[in-house]
């Protein structure tokens, strides 16, 4: 968990994968700096480059705090370990969440900001592989990594596609491996994001193809950023300059991809400034989507999406979820400034 440490300690090391929401609240606050964790989604991705540019345009240093990355294996090992103590925020597809909302036995979790306003998962192929809609992955080896959204969702994308399930064979793989394994043909698909299409392709070195959850999966959220209610109820404080500290390194990376690739590329050999520019500058039609403030989470909406999985069963009906039991909700501003209206 979080702890200070004296002022004089350095700014902060690189961070990855995380969004907020801005408001009028100060930054740094008495008492040195403030060590935080938090998880990246899944491994590292040129979209953390959103974090880099925090830490590099100095957001974080300002904000009081030293932030620590550890890149994440999915929406359901993120909350995990964020639970046990070992990350104070992560990275996480928020329809995940709300799907693991029920297997939640101790503690409990809340999305303080949204990243993408809209889903960015998919199943992701390429040319000669027979895969052209999503009734084609029947008979099909999408390779996954246990605990991502992709694969969770996915009785849920496939309920609604038109898909048998039970005819779509699953090969577990580290994040790693999955794109080199999409590209040597050692599976037929694997679980992507819409915006890494330009890495895909330029592994491949072939243009491909896309069956985006969003299509039949409407009204869903992506990538959010979480934190437990433990945190909300004893640090508010430290949730919002953290969020806030976040989105202005979004807004950043957003704003210019070659800065932001640059940086991420510097921090992970394995890309190419490029594609990675590429994927960053994709990012922006999801993070502004609906034209809404970047970081914004809409109750309404997130009501929709409960909705939306109970309707196809990836929620227990019964379970009378209401936005405020997934989202944090602070207070209005000028009201019992920098508390917590709802947990």
């Known amino acids: 968990m979080w702890r200070r440490i004296a002022a004089t300690t350095a700014a902060v090391v690189t961070v990855a994968g995380v969004a907020g929401c801005a408001d009028s609240r100060p930054d740094a606050q008495p008492g040195g700096v403030v060590e935080v964790t938090v998880l990246t989604g899944f491994g590292s991705q040129p979209q953390d480059a959103a974090l880099l540019m925090a830490d590099a345009n100095g957001h974080f240093a300002k904000a009081g705090l030293k932030v620590t990355v550890r890149p994440g294996k999915g929406t359901g090992d993120n909350i995990a370990v964020m639970l046990g103590g070992q990350a104070d925020f992560a990275v996480v597809d928020l329809t995940g969440a709300i799907i693991q909302i029920p297997k939640i036995e101790q503690g409990g979790i809340r999305a303080v900001a949204a990243i993408y306003q809209r889903s960015i998962s998919t199943i992701t192929t390429l040319p000669g592989r027979g895969i052209d809609r999503p009734t084609d992955l029947e008979g099909k080896t999408v390779g996954f990594q246990p605990g991502g959204v992709n694969h969770t969702l996915f009785p849920a994308y496939a309920a609604k596609a038109g898909i048998d ?16 394994n999409l590209a040597s043909g050692k599976v037929d698909a694997v679980t992507e994001t819409v915006i890494g299409t330009p ?12 069956l985006p959850y969003g299509d039949v999966l409407s009204d869903l959220y992506g990538n959010v950023l979480i934190t437990s209610t433990d945190t909300i109820t004893a640090d508010p404080d430290l949730v919002a300059r953290f969020r806030d500290a976040v989105l202005r390194g979004l807004h950043d990376a957003i704003s210019d991809p070659a800065a932001a690739a640059a940086v991420f590329v510097e921090k992970n050999s394995g890309f ?20 809404v403030e970047i970081g914004t989470l809409d109750p309404h909406r997130v009501m929709q999406s409960i909705a939306l999985l109970q309707g196809v069963g990836a929620v227990p009906g019964q379970l009378q979820l209401r936005p405020e039991d997934i989202v944090h909700i602070p207070c209005p501003p000028g009201v019992a400034a920098g508390r917590t209206c709802t947990v």
């Open 165 to 180: 399930p039970a005819k779509v064979r699953w090969q577990q793989m580290p994040p790693a491996q999955i794109r080199g």
């Open 199 to 210: 890495g895909v392709r330029a592994l491949a070195q072939a243009e491909p193809i896309v």
């Open 272 to 291: 190419e400034a490029g594609p990675a520019a590429e994927e960053i500058s994709q990012m922006q039609a999801y993070v502004r989507a609906g034209g």
